[in-house]
């Protein structure tokens, strides 16, 4: 099981609540754009103000001067922040290593000052895979002037301030045609956007120009998962906007909430929720028989698919089908498409980024009078494995239900 913690989260103690966030990337996403989101949703409460942004930057970059302002982008109402240096350039050309020097030497919380030096980090290596330089000497330009630095420290902030414990977003657009940067006219999206978003899914747009910026693209690393809103009770709504017109809302959209949380002997438990990427492939049947489509799934669950299951539908002409669905690793996406169409003859699977909040489990083993059996443990459960209560059941003329009591008998 891969699970992944973002490292700006704070502490979850039993009886707080299991922060969510979501980003919405559909119209791409710059750092300006997220952190327009985070100060409009943060603000409603004071949880995280223009004041306290300007608070932090100043321990960085004194000279940067914030602009919070708000637009409406086709009648949708967003936040924007503009960023440019008092008395100096407009664009600063610092390494990496003194952009980490200002952010490791600042006074503030060490989750926010973490999270932004592996941003950066990122970053070096993205511009140094690019340019063929080592990332401690690279030289930024676009992504390393004041107002990246103010991004980039102001989205790690505003997520700390507001008590985010995992971030999911969906997979970013990148847009079309070209940008302009440094080196010239390049295809969208530009190498460093293209380098850091390596392994991560990412979505179609016929906008024009770059829709998603090396920066934004480099704060995605802070997602725990990509796909749509995961189930959550939201209370806190906010949208930031970029500067261009795109033919469309030019936003990115964050809901903050509360995780839908585990039940255990009517006791809240959201300590023991962990994210889990996944990924659900499915493809509908109509051509072999519900056996054969069993069988399929079977073979996959022997193979090491999470999970499988098959739910009958109507396809066009009100013809009878069944949908094959099966949820596996991102790693193992291939390879299950792959045997999805070899053990069912299907022309095609769909593939959807799957994110998850799932409970802490265990293996564990009891000693029962028939033997060893094994049991998952979890939510403050115990589930003995279908198969060793079925075995029993058949080798010992049991009732599968009489198993299943005296197992609970034993663990009382």
Request: glycine share 8%; net charge negative.
């Amino acid at each position: 099981m891969t699970t992944k913690q973002n490292v700006n989260s704070p502490a979850v103690s039993d009886n707080e609540p299991f922060i969510i966030a979501h980003l919405d990337c559909s119209s791409g996403v710059s750092g300006d754009k997220f952190l327009g989101a985070l100060i409009d949703a943060g603000a409603q409460m004071g949880q995280f103000t223009e004041a306290d942004l300007a608070a932090a930057v100043a321990q960085i970059a004194p000279e940067a001067v914030i602009s919070v302002g708000h637009t409406t982008t086709y009648g949708v109402s967003a936040k924007t922040i503009q960023v440019h240096a008092q008395g100096e350039a407009e664009h600063h050309h610092n390494t990496f290593k003194d952009i980490k020097a200002l952010i490791e030497n600042s006074e503030l919380p060490a989750p926010v000052i973490t999270n932004a030096v592996n941003i950066f980090t990122r970053l070096a290596e993205a511009e140094g895979l690019v340019h063929s330089v080592e990332p401690e000497n690279v030289a930024f330009h676009e992504v390393g002037a004041i107002d990246s630095i103010v991004d980039v420290v102001g989205v790690c902030l505003g997520l700390h301030k507001l008590g985010v414990n995992a971030l999911y977003a969906t997979p970013p657009a990148l847009g079309s045609g070209t940008v302009h940067c440094a080196h010239g006219e390049l295809p969208v999206p530009a190498p460093a956007t293209a380098a850091l978003l390596l392994n991560k899914p990412t979505a179609v747009s016929n906008a024009e120009g770059e829709l998603t910026t090396p920066t934004g693209a480099a704060l995605l690393w802070l997602a725990a998962g990509f796909g749509p809103v995961p189930p959550m009770t939201p209370v806190l709504l906010g949208y930031g906007a970029g500067s261009r017109d795109i033919g469309q809302p030019n936003i990115c959209r964050l809901i903050v909430g509360e995780a839908a949380t585990a039940q255990t002997h009517g006791t809240a438990a959201p300590h023991q929720l962990q994210t889990d990427d996944t990924v659900l492939l499915e493809t509908n049947i109509d051509h072999i028989t519900p056996e054969a489509v069993a069988f399929a799934g079977e073979e996959l669950i022997a193979e090491g698919a999470l999970d499988v299951w098959i739910t009958p539908i109507a396809m066009k002409k009100g013809r009878a089908a069944l949908t094959l669905s099966v949820l596996a690793a991102p790693t193992e996406a291939e390879h299950f498409a792959q045997r999805m169409v070899a053990l069912t003859g299907t022309l095609g699977v769909r593939v959807t980024m799957q994110p998850r909040l799932i409970a802490e489990r265990e293996t564990v083993e009891l000693e029962t009078p028939w033997g060893t059996i094994t049991l998952k443990h979890g939510a403050g459960r115990f589930r003995p494995e279908h198969e060793d209560v079925a075995r029993i059941a058949r080798e010992n003329d049991l009732q599968y239900a009489d198993v299943l009591l005296k197992i609970s008998e034993l663990l009382k």
